[in-house]
């Protein structure tokens, strides 16, 4: 019996390494590529974009007003997908823009040293169809902040405020700073603005956008950036208007700044995916711990079960830690503890007199 929980226990390892590390490639192809019918990029499972600097915003910095356009397509609307997000050093998630099965989320990280730490967040339902293209405008004033989807207002929040502070960062579109939430679809326009637009001007920008793929706020000075994707060819999407950089596509998918055993966020707690996922690695390193312990306890190791939870933490530490080279995976924390948790929970369903009953029938029925 002890070898066959030596085999047992080394096939369990092996899977859990190359579950937990398939595929493994650290420069996984970037999955964009131009639309040939019309302007826009297609953006497959891991794509991503962005501009190589931060913006530099015309007129004032700080506290002042801002809003920006997105033209796109989505092809899937399930899972959690960053459409595009705003990143410092100090603060990598300042600004998300988020398709959440069928909603739009806009959440705002207020970490840096200018602002009390905090979140805030505003959530649209039933903003997105899939093959359907849809143009959100989020634009923002002195005295709230309004949501239009297809020239229409949606939702409107005075407590939800954003400023060019949230714009300033570095531009990442297709996936999160942080980590692998590839958004899947086709973008077909982007513009940002130095200025809150109005009820007008957002009705006016949607028709000009449907009619002649670019608003109508082209030629007004309070442009950061406009891009129209209409160079079918190349990796950069140039800014035809405003001071903002270009949009450089990259040769391979990667993370801007993917962090070490991410700590989970507020709105995690919240999401069906995330609690499936923590039954799932706890469910999947259950039969690492029962047989791991087994085995060490038909060799007569001491502390078998201490040892066995020991190597199970171990097993997962270091598939977290080889995932910060895999931009296509996700170094967390949550994995780590679930992953752990679901070894201890095998080391005591081993431990327990009827699992141990069973095992010897087992060893009596091999004898016969």
């Known amino acids: 019996m002890q070898r066959s929980f030596a085999v047992i226990s080394i096939c369990i390892l092996l899977g859990m390494f190359v579950a937990g590390l398939w595929p493994f490639d650290p420069y996984p192809p970037n999955e964009v590529s131009w639309l040939t019918s019309r302007n826009g990029l297609r953006f497959g499972d891991y794509g991503t974009i962005g501009v190589s600097s931060p913006f530099q915003l015309l007129g004032s910095q700080g506290e002042g007003s801002c809003s920006f356009e997105v033209w796109?397509?989505?092809?899937?609307?399930?899972?959690?997908?960053?459409?595009?997000?705003?990143?410092?050093?100090?603060?990598?998630?300042?600004?998300e823009l988020q398709q959440y099965l069928d909603s739009l989320l806009i959440l705002r990280n207020m970490a840096d040293h200018q602002r009390p730490p905090g979140n805030a967040a505003m959530e649209i339902d039933h903003v997105f169809r899939r093959e359907k293209s849809v143009l959100i405008t989020v634009t923002t004033g002195p005295h709230a902040t309004a949501v239009y989807i297809d020239g229409r207002m949606v939702k409107s929040s005075p407590r939800f405020k954003l400023t060019k502070n949230d714009i300033a960062g570095q531009l990442v579109i297709g996936t999160s700073p942080v980590g692998n939430e590839s958004w899947r679809g086709n973008l077909l326009g982007l513009a940002l603005y130095d200025r809150e637009l109005s009820e007008t001007q957002v009705a006016q920008n949607y028709l000009q956008w449907m009619q002649g793929g670019r608003p109508a706020s082209v030629a007004t000075r309070d442009i950061i950036a406009l891009y129209l994707f209409e160079e079918h060819t190349g990796n950069v999407v140039h800014n035809r208007a405003g001071s903002g950089g270009d949009l450089n596509i990259p040769n391979h998918f990667g993370i801007l700044r993917k962090p070490v055993l991410a700590r989970p966020r507020g709105k995690d707690f919240v999401r069906l995916n995330f609690w499936e996922d923590v039954f799932l690695n706890v469910g999947a390193f259950i039969p690492l711990g029962f047989f791991v312990c087994a085995y060490l306890s038909s060799a007569h190791t001491r502390r078998a079960a201490l040892a066995a939870i020991f190597v199970g933490a171990a097993v997962s530490l270091t598939i977290e830690l080889l995932q910060v080279y895999l931009p296509t995976r996700d170094s967390d924390l949550t994995d780590l503890v679930t992953n752990t948790s679901g070894t201890i929970v095998g080391v005591l369903l081993y431990r327990r007199a009827i699992a141990r009953a069973c095992l010897a029938s087992l060893r009596r029925i091999r004898h016969a």
């Open 72 to 95: 796109l397509q989505p092809a899937i609307d399930y899972g959690t997908q960053t459409l595009l997000a705003f990143s410092t050093p100090e603060n990598p998630l300042r600004l």
